[in-house]
């Protein structure tokens, strides 16, 4: 049981490059995040999914798009990276069991991106 | 606006001296209050869900407390494998959940 991975785990990009991150899981969970986390900012979430085919904004979804075509996978896409883009990005899925997230969240480790 | 608030930013103990970790939230219908651990390069491991205020849950060396307006996370006799991140987050309306900062522990042998 892998839970949720994350590809990559590290990338540099240039300014104006575009790049997909990719997360999988396997836990049929219905819920799935992005979140980027920023040193003294904590986890801020960018989209997220509430089922296959969704999909909705966060609170920074700005130069960030998203799609959910298959319930096991949620991809974050940067269309032209700026400098601003440079964090740590994390994947979550969750199960709502009657709306409330009895376990959690579950994270995969996380994408570092350097945009330069 | 939902606010969830961690104190202290950093924390150092030195094993065997207990302390508490502070989480003070402004939510309208707190649906869940959650604590995790984060250790560094790796993402955020969940340790407890409260729903109400009085509640408290308990794992080894830790304990969540919940009032209505904070949360507690109270180390005892801390061990240099306690040494993470702890991160404070909310549920209120909807599917999200809101993270505050996190507080940085280190305990020292």
């Known amino acids: 049981n892998a839970g949720v991975t994350q590809t990559p785990k590290f990338r540099v990009l240039k300014t104006g490059q575009s790049m997909t991150l990719l997360c999988a899981q396997d836990?049929?969970?219905?819920?799935m995040y992005w979140y980027r986390q920023d040193p003294g900012m904590g986890l801020r979430l960018i989209h997220y999914?509430?089922?296959?085919?969704?999909?909705a904004k966060g609170e920074v979804p700005d130069g960030y798009n998203v799609s959910r075509l298959k319930k096991q996978n949620f991809l974050l896409g940067l269309e032209s990276a700026a400098p601003s883009q440079t964090s740590v990005y994390f994947c979550?899925?969750?199960?709502?069991?009657?709306?409330?997230?009895?376990?959690?969240?579950?994270f995969g480790s996380g994408t570092r991106l350097t945009v330069v | 606006e939902d606010q969830v608030t961690q104190s202290p930013e950093a924390l150092r103990l030195q094993e065997g001296e207990s302390s508490s970790l502070n989480c003070s939230y402004t939510?309208?219908?707190?649906?869940?209050l959650f604590w995790y651990r984060q250790d560094p390069g790796k993402g955020p491991e969940f340790l407890f869900t409260?729903?109400?205020a009085g509640e408290e849950k308990e794992k080894e060396r830790l304990k969540a407390t919940l009032t209505k307006k904070e949360s507690f996370l109270h180390i005892t006799a801390p061990k240099p494998e306690d040494s993470a991140t702890y991160l404070c987050?909310?549920?209120?309306?909807?599917?999200?959940?809101?993270f505050g900062a996190g507080t940085i522990l280190r305990v020292k042998s």
């Open positions: 979550a899925s969750s199960f709502p069991g009657q709306g409330r997230f009895d376990y959690g969240y579950t």
């Open positions: 836990m049929n969970h219905e819920y």
């Open positions: 999914s509430v089922g296959e085919g969704t999909t």
């Open positions: 939510v309208s219908g707190l649906r869940g």
């Open positions: 409260l729903y109400s």
């Open positions: 987050a909310v549920q209120a309306r909807g599917n999200k959940l809101v």
